[in-house]
């Protein structure tokens, strides 16, 4: 029996209704209806943070934006099976980081995700407002890049480990999960990734 | 940073470019974000946006280098076209003086001479 959207539901976001006909066998409409609306809230409360966490990873918006989309998707059709055990946001980046590793196996693209990278340079560009002075600007900046710059010379596993930690600020405990590592791993991985920006801000300054 | 372990004794200059890097990554995260419809539209086409925009971008490149080079071949064999005809023009001309100026059989000439001797404007052409 096809499942079919609650047209009364006001919260239902676009992603649940346009793959609302592929959810098939769900005993009964009511059911559905609350799974619809409780994943509803997850896509609402956690879409940006997916997102930003892809687009710091990949520094390509158009394939943060599908992988994004890829997550949700994923996500929606095991939410009946995800027994709360993790934070929705562990699970979501777990499904997230594997899709990247999806992502960097395939090598067919190669071409194309190099070129559709947004240059580091760029990105450093952007600065919290709260940096007043043009010097204290330009050293920001400066900064920034150098983080950037090491992210860039980062492994895989160790710049999802990195961005985890110090732009979506998880702990430890959830990024070993949502990676699949251990604990020590992760704090290895970390301690690599400190140590390069620590090289890198020292040689600036 | 809510856990204690070493991490967390970060050396305040470390601690203040770590934090910078993230509002800075958060800030071009949002406005990224703006731009962005997620759950709007299908997923399965997005994942062909940059290779698309960048074969519509070669073509373009290609078209912008190709019809100027062909504009100029296209010049330059009507160029050569009406060198060939010009040439073609000068040559029939020389033919056909040639035709006009070829020696009067020998039993005209004393018809010719006696031409020359009665026309004085002749005269003074031939004179010239």
Redesign the interface.
């Known amino acids: 029996v096809a499942a079919q959207v609650n047209p009364a539901s006001t919260r239902s976001?676009?992603?649940?209704m346009?793959h609302s006909l592929t959810i098939t066998a769900m005993p009964q409409a009511s059911a559905t209806s609350s799974v619809q609306e409780e994943f509803d809230e997850i896509?609402l409360r956690y879409?940006?943070q997916v997102?930003?966490f892809l687009?710091?990873l990949l520094r390509?918006?158009?394939?943060?934006?599908?992988l994004?989309?890829?997550c949700?998707?994923r996500a929606f059709r095991a939410w009946p099976n995800f027994r709360q055990e993790s934070n929705p946001l562990t699970w979501l980046m777990r499904i997230a980081v594997n899709l990247t590793r999806d992502h960097w196996r395939n090598r067919k693209?190669q071409f194309?995700k190099r070129?559709?990278s947004v240059e580091i340079s760029e990105?450093?560009d952007?600065?919290?407002?709260k940096?007043a002075s043009p010097e204290q600007r330009a050293l920001?900046r400066q900064?920034?890049e150098?983080?950037?710059k090491v992210v860039e010379e980062l492994s895989p596993r160790q710049k999802t480990v990195f961005?985890l930690?110090?732009?979506e600020?998880m702990?430890?405990s959830e990024i070993a999960e949502a990676t699949g590592l251990n604990l020590g791993t992760v704090?290895s991985h970390?301690?690599r990734g400190?140590n390069a920006?620590?090289t890198r801000?020292g040689r600036q300054s | 940073?809510?856990?204690s372990?070493?991490?967390e004794s970060?050396d305040k200059?470390?601690e203040?470019?770590?934090g910078?890097?993230?509002?800075?990554?958060?800030?071009?995260?949002?406005?990224?974000?703006a731009?962005?419809s997620?759950?709007?539209?299908?997923?399965s086409s997005?994942?062909w946006?940059?290779?698309l925009r960048?074969a519509v971008g070669a073509c373009l490149m290609l078209a912008a280098v190709a019809i100027p080079v062909h504009r100029e071949r296209v010049r330059q064999a009507r160029q050569a076209q009406v060198v060939i005809a010009t040439q073609q023009d000068a040559q029939l001309l020389e033919d056909v003086d040639k035709d006009v100026s070829r020696q009067v059989p020998a039993s005209m000439s004393p018809l010719t001479s006696l031409i020359a001797s009665d026309d004085p404007g002749f005269r003074a052409e031939s004179e010239q």
């Open positions: 976001s676009t992603l649940a346009e896509f879409r940006s997102f930003r687009l710091s390509d918006r158009d394939t943060a934006e599908t994004t989309q890829e949700f998707l693209l194309w070129a559709a990105v450093s952007w600065l919290p407002g940096v920001a900064q920034v150098a983080v950037w961005l930690r110090f732009v600020e702990e430890l704090k970390l301690s400190l920006v620590r801000i | 940073m809510k856990e372990f070493e991490f970060l200059e470390l203040g470019v770590l910078r890097f993230r509002d800075s990554a958060h800030a071009w995260s949002a406005q990224e974000y731009q962005v997620i759950g709007a539209s299908g997923a997005r994942g946006n940059a290779p960048w």
